[in-house]
C-alpha cells in the first residue's frame, strides 16, 4: 500500500492506494471517504463542491451550527432523527498502519460517543471498512450504527431479494417512504432483485429497504462496478426501519448505499462495530 496526502475541495486528504484501487479519506472535516475508485479511473464518490446538501442544527447542536453531506461515505447514527445530523466539521487525526490507515474525528460530545473508520487493503480490487461508535458515557447506550455510501447521480444500483423458501411465511420485506411516488421510473421490482437507478433529471427523492442475509449491492457507474458486502448473523427485529439492514436513497444530486448494524446496548467504554468489504471492478 501506497499513502500520500492530496487534496480536494475540503482540503486535504490521505490518499491510499495498492495500485489497483485508491481511496482519499478527508482530514480537515468529517472523515468522509471522499474519493474512491480504480486508479486512473473517475472518482465513483458525489462531492458537494456546491454545497447542495445541507442542515441548520442550531436547535440541536447551538447556534450556526450545520451539518453538510460534503459527500462520500460516512458514519451516522440510527434511527434517523434531527439529532443524527451531527455536524463533523473539525479536523480529524490518522494514523498509517499496515495496508491501510484509522481515522478518529473529535468525540461527537453531545451524542456521546467516539467514531472511529479503519481501512485495509486486502487484495483483488477489495477493502474492508470498519467502522466504530465507543460509548464515552458512564451510562449504558442503545445503538445502531449508518454505513453511507454518497454516489454520484447517474448509475444503476441491483440488490438481490431473499429466494429462500419458507413455505407459509413470507421470506422478504420492501420498506418504503412517505415521499416515495410508488409508480417512480427510477424503480423496478423483479421476483429476485430491485432495481433503482438515479439521474440528474428525474427530481426529488427515493428511498427503498429490505433485511438482506448477507448484505449485498452492486452499483454500476460508467463502466465502473462497486460492491458492498456485510455479513450478517442477526436476525431482522433487531434493525430498524420496519426491519431494514439495507437501504438506498436517491434524487437528483446523490445515490446512496446504505447499511445498518442490528442494535447493540454498549456499555461504557465499550463499543459497536460494523464492517462492510468493499469490491471496485
Same mark, same amino acid.
Given at each position: 500500500m ?20 485508491y ?6 472535516v468529517?472523515p468522509r471517504?471522499i474519493?474512491m ?5 473517475e ?8 454545497d447542495n ?7 440541536e ?7 453538510h ?9 440510527s ?6 445530523? $451531527?455536524? #463533523? ?6 494514523? &498509517?498502519?499496515?495496508?491501510g490507515? =484509522?481515522? /478518529?474525528?473529535?468525540v461527537?460530545?453531545e451524542r ?6 479503519e481501512?485495509?487493503f486486502?487484495?483483488?480490487g477489495?477493502?474492508?471498512v470498519?467502522?466504530?461508535?465507543t460509548?464515552?458515557t ?5 445503538l ?9 447521480c447517474g ?8 429466494s ?7 421470506n ?5 417512504w412517505? $415521499?416515495n #411516488? ?5 424503480f423496478e &421490482?423483479e421476483?429476485?432483485?430491485? =432495481?433503482? /437507478?438515479?439521474n440528474?433529471v428525474?427530481?426529488g ?8 442475509k ?17 455479513e450478517?448473523t442477526a436476525?431482522a ?5 420496519f426491519?431494514?439492514?439495507?437501504e ?6 446523490i445515490?446512496?448505499v446504505?447499511t ?11 463499543n459497536?462495530?460494523?464492517?462492510e ?5
Amino acid at each position: 500500500m501506497e499513502s500520500k496526502i492530496g487534496s480536494c475541495f475540503l482540503g486535504r486528504t490521505l490518499e491510499l492506494t495498492d495500485g489497483k484501487i485508491y481511496l482519499a479519506v478527508t482530514l480537515d472535516v468529517g472523515p468522509r471517504i471522499i474519493k474512491m475508485g480504480k486508479v486512473g479511473g473517475e472518482n465513483l464518490m458525489y462531492e458537494d463542491v456546491d454545497d447542495n446538501v445541507n442542515k441548520d442544527v442550531s436547535k440541536e447542536y447551538g447556534e450556526g451550527k450545520k451539518w453538510h453531506i460534503y459527500g462520500g461515505h460516512r458514519i451516522w447514527i440510527s434511527p434517523e432523527d434531527e439529532t443524527t445530523y $451531527y455536524p #463533523d466539521c473539525n479536523p480529524v487525526s490518522y494514523e &498509517l498502519k499496515e495496508n491501510g490507515a =484509522i481515522f /478518529t474525528p473529535p468525540v461527537w460530545a453531545e451524542r456521546g460517543v467516539q467514531p472511529k473508520l479503519e481501512i485495509t487493503f486486502i487484495g483483488e480490487g477489495k477493502v474492508s471498512v470498519d467502522m466504530s461508535l465507543t460509548n464515552v458515557t458512564d451510562k449504558e447506550k442503545e445503538l445502531c450504527l449508518w454505513a453511507l455510501t454518497v454516489m454520484k447521480c447517474g448509475g444503476r444500483l441491483v440488490v438481490p431479494l431473499s429466494s429462500e423458501d419458507t413455505g407459509y411465511l413470507a421470506n422478504r420485506n420492501l420498506v418504503i417512504w412517505h $415521499y416515495n #411516488d410508488v409508480k417512480d421510473p427510477r424503480f423496478e &421490482l423483479e421476483n429476485d432483485r430491485f =432495481i433503482l /437507478t438515479s439521474n440528474k433529471v428525474c427530481k426529488g427523492p427515493f428511498k427503498v429497504g429490505t433485511y438482506l442475509k448477507p448484505i449485498y449491492a452492486e452499483y454500476t457507474y460508467g463502466n465502473t462496478t462497486f460492491i458492498k458486502e456485510v455479513e450478517v448473523t442477526a436476525s431482522a427485529n433487531q434493525y430498524p426501519d420496519f426491519c431494514s439492514n439495507m437501504e438506498t436513497y436517491t434524487n437528483e444530486h446523490i445515490h446512496e448505499v446504505e447499511t445498518l448494524s442490528p442494535f447493540k446496548k454498549v456499555a461504557p467504554n465499550d463499543n459497536i462495530s460494523h464492517v462492510e468489504i468493499w469490491t471496485i471492478k
